[in-house]
């Protein structure tokens, strides 16, 4: 059994590689960082070390590496006898996975089992993303025979791998807890045996409450903690001020997630605990700047402020603390952040309603419209 993962980076290889390498997996790392392919093409093993209760160190090996950006012919020949195709490669990056995934069903014999594709990614739907932009490079004769050689399905990945420390190699530092959600019925009576994932009937509930839960206080966290001056999350969250603007945050995704896919709110109030504990986990190096990355597309239309506060205000719900860290994300300021510079110009150039149609999708009219007008408008030149 072979699988190709599209991004060597630290889920890459601390998360969805480790689970395939279990799983019994030849892995095949694919990856645009030269440095990385090369360190990984010429090594033989390395180790995932795990910090927190229970914690253990696991090596990964049998894998090969191809540079998927100079070496087309390795990856194709890689890819065309795969039977898994992953990525964590961030979601802005999966349009340019989907013309390997294309090259990968042109190649794929038409008998042979289909290629199962999931996207590893911290967005809803990320795997027919990656399936609708590769089926708008084939175009719609060849895709009604492409799209039989493949299963496309969503999946819901959580596991907190901060950014590695100098000089560690291709080894990589995470918490022990670790969860993947495989939607199931696109794969039928057959899915992929992978013993470390789960498959789920409806992935929905549990990728909007993995979402606006974990990654929204997370993201909370790292923006009102970048405000108050604090470089790592533990030490944000040690803040009394800052936990507790979290937890009201929590508090509001936890309504809708209540509200919307029946979890009962005892059982939110545990999942929040757990999800607090694991970021005030001293043993992860984790900093603000690390998850408060990417701040316009964390401020999109989809993602972990904006689509939660938008149902909330569509249901009558309060969002004052989801409009806080709205507000605090806006304060993110990180020069080597390409899109917190971008952030910034664009605070000191737009008009307030401009940005909020543009980076949060939020139309006038719509019940959260005017109210995200005036904190945007708090931070705007004009
Ligand atoms: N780090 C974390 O704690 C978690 C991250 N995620 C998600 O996993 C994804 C990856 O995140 P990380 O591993 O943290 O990022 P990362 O930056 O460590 O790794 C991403 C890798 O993708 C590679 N890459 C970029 N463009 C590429 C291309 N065109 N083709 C092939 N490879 C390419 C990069 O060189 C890098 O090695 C993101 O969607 C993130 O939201 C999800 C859960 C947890
Ligand atoms: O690129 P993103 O969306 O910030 O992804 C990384 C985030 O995912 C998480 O691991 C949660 O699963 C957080 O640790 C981290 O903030």
């Given at each position: 059994?072979?699988a190709?993962h599209?991004g060597?980076?630290?889920?890459g290889r601390g998360?969805?590689?480790?689970?395939?390498h279990?799983?019994?997996?030849?892995?095949?790392f694919a990856d645009?960082?030269?440095?990385?392919i090369?360190?990984?093409?010429?090594?033989?093993?390395?180790?995932v070390?795990?910090v927190?209760?229970?914690a253990r160190d696991l090596?990964?090996?049998?894998?090969?590496?191809v540079?998927?950006?100079t070496?087309a012919?390795?990856?194709?020949?890689e890819?065309?006898?795969?039977d898994v195709?992953?990525?964590?490669v961030?979601?802005?990056?999966l349009?340019?996975i989907?013309?390997h995934v294309?090259?990968?069903?042109r190649?794929?014999?038409?008998?042979?089992?289909?290629?199962?594709?999931m996207?590893?990614e911290?967005?809803?739907?990320?795997?027919?993303m990656?399936?609708?932009?590769?089926?708008?490079?084939?175009?719609p004769d060849?895709?009604?025979?492409?799209e039989r050689?493949?299963v496309f399905?969503?999946?819901?990945?959580d596991r907190?791998v901060p950014?590695?420390p100098?000089?560690?190699g291709?080894?990589?530092?995470?918490?022990t807890?670790?969860e993947?959600?495989?939607e199931?019925p696109?794969?039928?009576?057959a899915?992929p045996?992978i013993p470390?994932a789960?498959?789920?009937d409806?992935?929905?509930?549990?990728?909007?409450?993995?979402?606006?839960?974990?990654?929204?206080g997370?993201?909370?966290t790292?923006?009102f903690?970048f405000?108050a001056g604090?470089?790592?999350i533990?030490?944000?969250?040690?803040?009394a001020?800052?936990?507790?603007r979290v937890e009201?945050?929590?508090?509001e995704t936890?309504a809708?997630?209540v509200?919307?896919h029946?979890?009962?709110?005892?059982?939110m109030?545990?999942?929040?605990?757990?999800i607090l504990?694991?970021?005030?986990n001293?043993?992860?190096?984790d900093?603000?700047e690390?998850?408060g990355r990417?701040?316009?597309?964390k401020?999109?239309r989809?993602?972990r402020f904006i689509?939660?506060a938008?149902?909330?205000?569509e249901r009558?719900?309060p969002v004052d603390?989801?409009?806080?860290?709205?507000?605090?994300?806006?304060g993110?300021d990180?020069?080597a952040?390409?899109?917190?510079?971008e952030?910034?110009?664009?605070l000191?150039t737009?008009a307030?309603?401009?940005?909020?149609?543009?980076v949060c999708g939020?139309e006038p009219?719509?019940?959260?419209h005017?109210?995200l007008v005036?904190?945007?408008?708090?931070?705007t030149?004009?």
């Amino acid at each position: 059994m072979k699988a190709v993962h599209f991004g060597a980076g630290n889920i890459g290889r601390g998360f969805i590689g480790l689970l395939l390498h279990d799983a019994g997996y030849e892995v095949v790392f694919a990856d645009v960082n030269a440095e990385l392919i090369d360190a990984l093409a010429a090594s033989d093993h390395y180790t995932v070390h795990e910090v927190g209760v229970g914690a253990r160190d696991l090596v990964v090996d049998r894998y090969r590496a191809v540079n998927s950006q100079t070496d087309a012919a390795a990856l194709a020949a890689e890819l065309a006898d795969a039977d898994v195709l992953t990525t964590a490669v961030g979601p802005n990056i999966l349009r340019f996975i989907a013309p390997h995934v294309l090259q990968a069903l042109r190649d794929r014999s038409p008998d042979a089992p289909p290629l199962a594709v999931m996207a590893c990614e911290n967005a809803i739907d990320a795997t027919s993303m990656l399936r609708e932009e590769t089926r708008h490079l084939a175009g719609p004769d060849e895709w009604l025979e492409l799209e039989r050689r493949a299963v496309f399905a969503n999946t819901a990945v959580d596991r907190i791998v901060p950014g590695q420390p100098e000089g560690a190699g291709l080894d990589v530092t995470v918490e022990t807890f670790s969860e993947w959600a495989i939607e199931e019925p696109p794969f039928g009576d057959a899915p992929p045996v992978i013993p470390g994932a789960h498959f789920v009937d409806r992935l929905g509930p549990y990728i909007e409450r993995k979402l606006f839960t974990v990654n929204t206080g997370h993201a909370s966290t790292a923006y009102f903690g970048f405000l108050a001056g604090h470089e790592r999350i533990a030490e944000a969250l040690a803040d009394a001020s800052v936990a507790e603007r979290v937890e009201r945050v929590l508090h509001e995704t936890s309504a809708l997630i209540v509200a919307k896919h029946g979890f009962g709110e005892g059982e939110m109030a545990e999942y929040r605990e757990v999800i607090l504990a694991r970021f005030r986990n001293e043993g992860l190096p984790d900093t603000v700047e690390r998850v408060g990355r990417q701040p316009l597309r964390k401020l999109s239309r989809r993602e972990r402020f904006i689509a939660p506060a938008a149902e909330l205000a569509e249901r009558g719900l309060p969002v004052d603390a989801l409009l806080a860290a709205v507000e605090a994300a806006l304060g993110f300021d990180v020069p080597a952040d390409p899109e917190s510079v971008e952030l910034q110009e664009r605070l000191a150039t737009d008009a307030a309603p401009t940005f909020v149609r543009e980076v949060c999708g939020i139309e006038p009219g719509h019940p959260l419209h005017d109210r995200l007008v005036e904190v945007v408008g708090r931070r705007t030149a004009s």
